[in-house]
């Protein structure tokens, strides 16, 4: 049983693919919330978008802390050894730019609602300290920073489920099965 917890040089233990998988099904609901949000007409409604939104980025942000702690407990599974210097490097860098995106992007939230001085209770049980003083031009700022980084993410995240298409379909290596919910492959 705890063989399936831990990662081994052929899959992911059951730990990160759960981290993996709810990480990712938060990030893509942040999409939807945060462009209702955005979009939504001002009353009571926008208000709760918000509020869900913000909470699910305080959620993003400390799940992926602890996917980190897990990660660097944990080994991560080989690459097929068939796989050019080129395209580790690539998903080295792009694997190290995601774990970036999912801190930065929460706290430039963080940011944009503290410089707005807007106090906020997450997922409305507990009160979430300000990191900036109230100041419209620093959240301003923080908006745009925030949209930026957002058009990153979903760049990147597009060419990160390309690759693992890839190497599904294409190359038919175990890339992106060894991450699939379930038993995986064991030694």
């Known amino acids: 049983m705890f063989a399936a917890l831990r990662n081994t040089d052929r899959s992911w233990g059951a730990p990160a693919k759960l981290l993996h998988w709810v990480i990712a099904a938060l990030i893509f609901n942040q999409f939807v919330l945060g462009w209702l949000a955005v979009t939504w007409r001002l009353s009571p409604t926008k208000i709760e978008l918000y509020v869900w939104h913000k909470s699910f980025g305080i959620l993003i942000l400390t799940l992926v802390l602890v996917r980190i702690v897990w990660r660097l407990l944990n080994r991560a599974p080989a690459l097929p050894p068939d796989t050019p210097r080129a395209e580790r490097i690539a998903a080295g860098v792009s694997h190290a730019l995601l774990y970036v995106l999912m ?27 300000s990191i900036a003083a109230a100041d419209k031009g620093v959240e301003a700022i923080a908006k745009q920073v925030h949209f930026a980084l957002f058009l990153v993410l979903a760049l990147v995240l597009a060419v990160h ?24 492959l064991r030694p």
Do not use: E, Q, T
């Open 103 to 129: 801190i930065v992007i929460p706290l430039s939230g963080w940011v944009i609602n503290s410089a707005g001085g807007i106090p906020f209770r997450v997922f409305r049980l507990f009160p979430l300290p």
């Open 161 to 184: 489920i390309a690759a693992a298409l890839r190497h599904h379909f294409i190359k038919r290596n175990d890339v992106l099965v060894r991450m699939l919910p379930g038993k995986g």
